[in-house]
């Protein structure tokens, strides 16, 4: 693969293709004497940055999320995950760099699941979605009043549900590829989610194409973003059923589980609903009006073969910003009270633990 790795063990080839003197560097590997010695005390599960605030968080998923990470091959990331693993074992191979590790980090967060360490298929990854996201959102924009046509003429093709269905498919994968793992959820229930989620995509767009036939224009581009958000608020609570019917894994501060709570499931889904809605928001909101405004030029009436790909490449462009935004919005290892937990739950709590557990923790999940 590189030069000088070959009499090495796999699992060390990304750190030994780092080494000075070897010109086949990979461009995401930082040159030599750029980065700080490695040092005894390096935790390197713990947060790079501040995860109590929300600059803190931001850096963290503009960092994990970096949709470039999405075009590395599999066997990049599987060494990544054995130096991560060398190192929680600690056993860091000799000439290893805090920047090296750093890196390792950040392909494993974006690539394997926290709460497995398995790793996530592609398409569901948070790194994927500026460029899924991109071409579906864009899709819908661009055909966001043909399911009209469809009816009206029947030979013609009803986009808008093609649309929906995709992206609802899309959604579906990214809900369960990101859950908390903790719990499971069988096929039925998976199968169940999808199909209530996507018809209540498909009629919200349907319904309101239908009911804004005579509407503003502008009020008729808006209908994609409805359809969005009411289908979120199905999808996410319809794919993770199971912590809500059953309660999702809680522990105390150093990861010693608890027991499981239901209303700690309630407020992380609730949150992660609440940022795929805001992810969607700006492009799906204002996107609309810059189109509505730049279609009045005579040259983009010139050029409407490409209203699909500008919108496809603006979505992008909103899309870098807002998904790592989004999920930072609220903490990934979301907190509530002991005082706010169900009474079977708090009571043995308190019974085993007395004051000294104040606060239970859990992935909410993204």
């Not at 360490?117 to 959102?137: E, K, W, Y």
């Amino acid at each position: 693969m590189f030069a000088g790795v070959f009499s090495v063990p796999r699992r060390y080839r990304l750190v030994e293709a780092a080494r000075p003197g070897l010109q086949d560097q990979p461009p995401w590997i930082s040159p030599p004497g750029t980065v700080m010695a490695l040092t005894s005390t390096f935790d390197i599960d713990a947060p790079r940055w501040d995860q109590s605030t929300f600059m803190g968080r931001l850096k963290h998923f503009f960092n994990i999320t970096d949709w470039r990470t999405a075009l590395l091959p599999d066997s990049r990331l599987d060494e990544a995950k054995a130096l991560v693993e060398s190192c929680r074992a600690g056993s860091v191979p000799p000439g290893t760099t805090e920047e090296q590790l750093h890196y390792a980090k950040k392909l494993y967060d974006s690539a394997f699941h926290p709460d497995t360490g398995d790793r996530m298929n592609l398409i569901g990854r948070m790194s994927f979605q500026v460029p899924g996201g991109m071409a579906i959102t864009g899709a819908m924009l661009q055909f966001y009043r043909h399911v009209l046509d469809g009816l009206v003429f029947p030979g013609r093709s009803p986009a808008v549900v093609f649309w929906q269905w995709v992206n609802q498919s899309f959604n579906a994968l990214v809900n369960y590829t990101n859950r908390n793992a903790a719990s499971s959820i069988t096929p039925k229930q998976i199968g169940v989610a999808y199909v209530t989620a996507t018809s209540t995509a498909l009629a919200t767009a349907v319904g309101l194409n239908l009911y804004t036939k005579r509407a503003p224009p502008l009020v008729a581009r808006w209908v994609p973003f409805v359809a969005v958000a009411a289908a979120n608020c199905v999808n996410i609570p319809m794919m993770r059923q199971q912590e809500i019917l059953n309660g999702i894994a809680v522990t105390d501060e150093n990861g010693n589980k608890l027991g499981h709570s239901k209303k700690a499931a309630a407020k992380g889904i609730t949150q992660v609903v609440i940022s795929r809605i805001t992810m969607a928001a700006p492009g799906m909101i204002i996107l609309p009006i810059i189109m509505q405004r730049l279609e009045k030029y005579k040259f983009m009436q010139r050029i409407t073969y490409l209203h699909g790909p500008i919108q496809v490449m603006m979505v992008g462009v909103f899309l870098v910003f807002m998904v790592p935004a989004a999920c930072s919005l609220f903490p990934q290892k979301c907190s509530i009270a002991v005082s706010k937990l169900e009474p079977e739950l708090r009571d043995a709590i308190l019974s085993k633990h007395g004051d000294g557990v104040q606060s239970v923790y859990f992935n909410k999940g993204l």
